[in-house]
């Protein structure tokens, strides 16, 4: 789509020029995408768009003052504003996280069985009900309590109901249901000998996006004048596209 899309300045009246750092731009820009997509997959759309938005400012921040030594009003202003968004980004990065909650909170209210439920009616229909005292728990009961209640509802129901005798995820019973994020946080990857949960990883792609992709836009202060603004969008486009193709042959 960039490549695509690229060749629309042309209709603006920009003359078609060609630089090889676009082609530098495109290797920091097609990766930083595809850890984007794997962060959102294993970490949410909120964390990865926090962190990686918040990564590419800080890069392209310090590319410009300390590399470039751009002009700023107040270069101490500036750094006192980068380190409350690193503040931000840990904050947001620690807190998002669902690693306190257990893997069992996630079930939100109380599985409890009334007395217009199906399955209470099936119980009173049959046999099963001169064995089975059926809970009184409603939702007005605390979400807290949910786990030791579940848990032990679900080991009463295997001992008297033939057709519970297989494991049961009480997930399938909740109103709510759990997100994805919920479901991978304990399942852990082995990175280099390092053992992350895949909530883990997809926040270090997210900050890897940040970083490679953060670096995109310096090659164009290394191409000539004539590749300047404009100019730079079917470099970038068609650098894109090389690497994307160059990327695809690696995968197959």
Partial sequence: MCF??????LFLGEEL??????????FFWVPGGAAAIYGIRKSGLAVSQGVWSSV????????????????VRSIFGACLGAFLLICGLVGMSVYASQDS??????LGE??????????SSSIE???ARDNLEEPSVTKESS??????RNKNGFDSLRRNLPFLQNPVDPRRYNSIPCSETDIVLNNTISVFSIQLTEFQLGILCAAFDGIWA???????????PETKGLQYVISFGIGAMIITIFLWFLRF
Wanted: with cysteine.
């Fill in 214 to 224: 953060g670096t995109m836009m310096v090659p164009l202060k290394f191409s000539g």
């Fill in 4 to 9: 695509a899309t690229s060749w629309f300045v």
């Fill in 56 to 71: 590419i400012v800080m890069v392209s921040f310090s590319w410009g003052i300390f590399v470039f030594h751009e002009q």
């Fill in 110 to 119: 109380d599985f409890s069985f009334s007395e217009n439920s199906t399955l």
């Fill in 143 to 148: 979400t807290k309590c949910s786990t030791h």
């Fill in 101 to 106: 909650l257990g893997k069992d909170e996630c």
């Fill in 125 to 127: 229909s049959g046999n």
């Fill in 17 to 26: 020029t060609f630089t090889p750092w676009g082609i530098v731009s495109g």
